[in-house]
């Protein structure tokens, strides 16, 4: 279980870390000034992918200290989930070169579909590990248990809506996804206070 | 060992991870509707590649499970391994550049050696640890030190012959690239209920 | 605890390893000896963000041994910590490259907001770490606490005025930085001999 | 110390896997065919640099095996052997590249000196740890240490002398390369049949 924990760490902090190679090609080689004004797009979106990997990241890691144990199935889920993970700047570069030009609505979406795949996948490692118990721990904790199940659920709905919402507008799609990474950290600044060993 | 499997863990997520990149480089500056689009090998090819060097870090999860021991020959053939792990991501791109072109059989070629090569050093690090059991831990379990046997041998041989048919037909081949994906997932899917501690 | 070392761990080896693609991407295709030579401020740029780095995971790993609990608070702010180091490669590039033509004030601006504001993030950490110990661990060291205490605040003043410098000249802003890189090794050579099993 | 060990081994697996980079670059969009064979060097030098920066990986391995401590100036001297390690995917492409062409001696010298520089910090790392068993353990073991001081002396002398013959003839100093990590894996092969359980 520590060795698919170093691995999943590893596909997380690899692709958080690579968001950064997008930002680098909007800079070309002359005159930076006006180019680092105008790439402001770039620095959002990067910004807006590196917190949701992220608080992905840290979910994972709280879903992980309720499993006491693993099989074959809970690791090509998670698998799974990491291939979206690691697609993840992917659309991140798109979105901030496209946002501004008629692509826009294209960017927006295959962002939003990224993301609401990771969502489902994270649906599909919890409740996988969750259902009768099959994987949790034998002290796993109740509330904890049923605090995810309870939040993870909507997630992958409320990612597909926002990526809809695209059809319409994909400023608003955009602004969704924001203000959805936004709501992430609020969430953990305001209750996240409670300390544990692990 | 634990560093060897930390230092292994690394190179396959890294090697995953790697894989946007060649999926990112289909997509130009303009007009990226229709590039989405025609990209769509490259959504393959990269879902097969992630999903089968993820099962790939799974079986060698497995292999380091039964292991008790090591020495400089074990970690050399280890080496040997992620070597060719990590050069995955080349001929993934060149797959999901040229299926439908010209250089089709070249890149199916490229892909079917990498791999077949690949398979050849999974068996030569198992075969290495396992023969009269010399790195083998004292508890090891003889049924999956022996299901490890019995699954390796016909591995390399399965991806040579799906390679060779690329002189017949690359799309064949690298249809039969996807069906081996198909078929590790399936397979981990129907039988891989069995949890384990570790 | 452990995997969120890990994940910070990825982060900082992923940040500084791709500083290498700045020095990659200076040295073209043809007579490269004159380019090799040329390109001597990416040499400089690449080691003194390297060490820079290097010293930053240098001190997060003396953060963490003081540290005996952590909340979602904290993995949150360390999360920011990372996304600022994660930005590092590209106002390397950006400097490199521009500090001998007309960008080189924007290039100098950009590395130096990204120092500051890491140098921020470090703060955020450890003050809410250490602020009324609590997350610290029950035998803290007290004279490490304060050591640190008493080196973090001043850093990020000492990076923001090196990057005002910029204002004035940007190559005296860059010798700063160098400075600053030069005078952290110098530190930890002359007083870093106090050794410790972690 | 274990922290600095995962750190390490993220650096080196970062390493050793962007080497594909350098190969990838080599192969265009169209007619793959030719372009494949006409690769070739890049193979070789994916495959030597790979294994080069695998065997220090190995070499590093066992210098912390006989580690019981650390401090801040072992860290720092750590990080500049990684600055090294992580400066070799830049001339191994240059030096797979350029080998056949009027750039080959520039080359053959930016790769000989970055592994003599490695060699150097290698000897720093080590002899810093070991003079007067400054940060050995307790029971570390007099042959092991006695083998590493012996074989770690040359290296940096070797590689420098490999590299100077780049001024006479730069294809023999390539062999040289390839001589060393051919003599690194033939050693290994014939005298690493030792196990340890670390």
């Known amino acids: 279980m520590s060795r698919l924990a170093t691995f999943a760490d590893g596909v997380f902090a690899i692709a958080a870390t690579l968001l950064i190679l997008s930002v680098d090609g909007q800079v070309g080689d002359e005159r930076i000034g006006g180019q680092l004004t105008h790439a402001w797009p770039s620095y959002v979106a990067y910004a807006v992918s590196f917190v949701t990997i992220g608080i992905m990241w840290m979910n994972h890691h709280t879903v992980m200290t309720q499993i006491g144990r693993v099989d074959r199935r809970f690791m090509l889920a998670t698998i799974g989930l990491l291939m979206c993970i690691a697609f993840v700047p992917f659309p991140t570069r ?8 008629s692509s826009a609505r294209d960017a927006a979406l295959a962002y939003g ?12 490692v919890w409740f996988y590990a969750a259902r009768g118990g ?3 721990r034998e002290d796993a904790d109740p509330r904890v248990v049923a605090g995810i199940t309870r939040t993870y659920l909507p997630g ?22 924001l203000a959805l990474a936004a709501l992430y950290v609020f969430e953990s600044s305001l209750f996240g ?6």
Chains 1, 2, 3, 4 share one sequence.
């Open 94 to 101: 798109l979105l901030a070169e496209h946002i501004r030009d």
């Open 113 to 124: 579909f990224t993301m609401t795949a990771t969502a489902v996948f994270f649906n599909a």
């Open 134 to 136: 099959r994987l949790l």
């Open 156 to 177: 992958a709905w409320i990612y597909l809506a926002s990526t809809l919402v695209a059809f319409a507008s994909s400023t608003a799609s955009a602004l969704l996804y």
């Open 193 to 198: 206070g409670k300390a544990s060993a692990d």
